[in-house]
């Protein structure tokens, strides 16, 4: 299976302010995708972030909030802008297909946000 | 676009007995439809996944039936133990490494 790392693991930030969450994977893989889970919620998707080009955003979503880089096939950023006590959630990355054959998708450790 | 929903949201067992959770899918073109297992605190780990082209599943204990027909698809456990108590994600896609639309979850409980 892949290896997966975000960073940070978890963080507290003040309203206003902006993270960024790094997703790391062993391994070149095809797709790349941002997810928010909720307190005691399921699993939303942000963004399916594309290399080298704009992500592409699922309703509700927008670059100006979200913005997202995937520079290339390893590693993806999301930045969540301007914060609010809303945006506090478990964000998690999730990867699949590449050279690894991963024929699934497998998720990161997620990164744990609390805005005050 | 796509809407899973998921039914029940809570489910309590006796160790030994079966849990059956069930999802509808709104979206005629999801071909694939995998079951996540996620215990508290951490990640979703793929527990079983069934593809249009096949109807019934089995892994060990954990089974899946698909009805493509009437959009429902179903994960079944069988002789629960305490470890299998977790929150179950179903979700749908168009193929294994499309984007996935996730249910609402199914916390389990297995009493011993």
């Known amino acids: 299976s892949a290896v997966i790392s975000q960073k940070p693991s978890r963080d507290i930030c003040q309203r206003g302010t902006s993270l960024t969450i790094q997703c790391q994977v062993d391994s070149q893989v095809t797709m790349m995708f941002w997810y928010r889970q909720q307190p005691g919620q399921s699993l939303t998707l942000i963004a399916t972030a594309n290399q080298g080009s704009e992500a592409t955003y699922e309703s509700g979503f927008v670059i100006d909030k979200f913005p997202i880089s995937r520079p290339n096939l390893t590693f993806s950023t999301l930045t969540v802008s301007n914060m609010s006590p809303e945006d506090s959630s478990i964000y998690l990355c999730s990867v699949a297909g590449g050279r690894g054959g991963y024929n699934e998708q497998f998720f990161g450790p997620g990164t744990r946000l609390t805005v005050l | 676009g796509e809407n899973v929903e998921q039914h029940p949201s809570t489910l309590s067992v006796q160790e030994g007995d079966s849990a059956v959770i069930k999802c509808t899918y709104s979206?005629?073109?999801?071909?694939?439809f995998p079951w996540y297992k996620q215990e508290l605190g951490k990640r979703p780990q793929l527990i079983i996944d069934i593809r249009s082209n096949v109807g019934e599943k089995k892994d060990q204990r954990i089974a899946v039936t698909l009805n493509k027909t009437a959009k429902h698809f179903s994960l079944h456990i069988t002789e629960t133990q305490p470890e299998d108590s977790a929150v179950y994600f179903c979700a749908a896609s168009s193929n294994p490494t499309d984007k996935l639309i996730f249910g609402t979850g199914t916390r389990l409980q297995v009493f011993p």
């Open positions: 979206d005629s073109a999801s071909n694939y």
